[in-house]
T-cell receptor, first 115, second 112 residues
Framework: DSGVTQTPKHLITATGQRVTLRCSPRSGDLSVYWYQQSLDQGLQFLIQYYNGEERAKGNILERFSAQQFPDLHSELNLSSLELGDSALYFC??????????????FGPGTRLTVL | EDQVTQSPEALRLQEGESSSLNCSYTVSGLRGLFWYRQDPGKGPEFLFTLYSAGEEKEKERLKATLTKKESFLHITAPKPEDSATYLCAGLHSGGGADGLTFGKGTHLIIQP
């Protein structure tokens, strides 16, 4: 158990809908990262937040957004969903914003199915 | 573009048969090379971080090594419970992006 929690575990929705995924980082970690894992693309970095502020962006679509709240939990919002958005979404956390010794620890993931 | 390539894609070994997994990277300004283990339907589990060429780290039957262009994950006398997908990832400097660039993984099966 990494100490990172994610809810819900599974989510099934229809195309065009909007969903929110939630993540609570490990105690003491200030950075939260979101990743998408699909069969063909593997694990892709989406976005990072550090202590409430956006820190870095990866391959995140404009239909997706995220935020980190004062209690450090984070939410990933996915809107206008398409079939291709079906994937596993992982949250990871780390102590610092950056740095070579800033290991990331992953949560159990949310499996999103868009029908 | 930063890339991490893992080989082989899949590997089937007999219990006790040692082998190595390869991770080659073209990541500019590499700040760290990470190894994770992932079981089906679960999140990646952190194994090792390597920071400089020549560095080695060990954990039970696993040993990770790093050269200037690639990393190896050596598995010695594996057991069936070592079956998993092993992921390699690079963390690069510059651009402010601290997200990891992952390879597609090696799916390892250890047969009893």
């Amino acid at each position: 158990d990494s100490g990172v929690t994610q809810t819900p575990k599974h989510l099934i929705t229809a195309t065009g809908q909007r969903v929110t995924l939630r993540c609570s980082p490990r105690s003491g970690d200030l950075s939260v990262y979101w990743y998408q894992q699909s069969l063909d693309q593997g694990l892709q970095f989406l976005i990072q937040y550090y202590n409430g502020e956006e820190r870095a962006k990866g391959n995140i679509l404009e239909r997706f957004s995220a935020q980190q709240f004062p209690d450090l939990h984070s939410e990933l919002n996915l809107s206008s969903l398409e079939l291709g958005d079906s994937a596993l979404y992982f949250c990871a956390s780390s102590e610092a914003a950056s740095g070579a010794y800033n290991e990331q620890f992953f949560g159990p993931g949310t499996r999103l199915t868009v029908l | 573009e930063d890339q991490v390539t893992q080989s082989p894609e899949a590997l089937r070994l007999q219990e006790g048969e040692s082998s190595s997994l390869n991770c080659s990277y073209t990541v500019s300004g590499l700040r760290g090379l990470f190894w994770y283990r992932q079981d089906p339907g679960k999140g990646p589990e952190f194994l090792f971080t390597l920071y400089s060429a020549g560095e080695e780290k060990e954990k039970e039957r696993l040993k990770a090594t790093l050269t200037k262009k690639e990393s190896f994950l050596h598995i010695t006398a594996p057991k069936p419970e070592d079956s998993a997908t092993y992921l390699c990832a690079g963390l690069h400097s510059g651009g402010g992006a601290d997200g990891l660039t992952f390879g597609k993984g090696t799916h390892l099966i250890i047969q009893p």
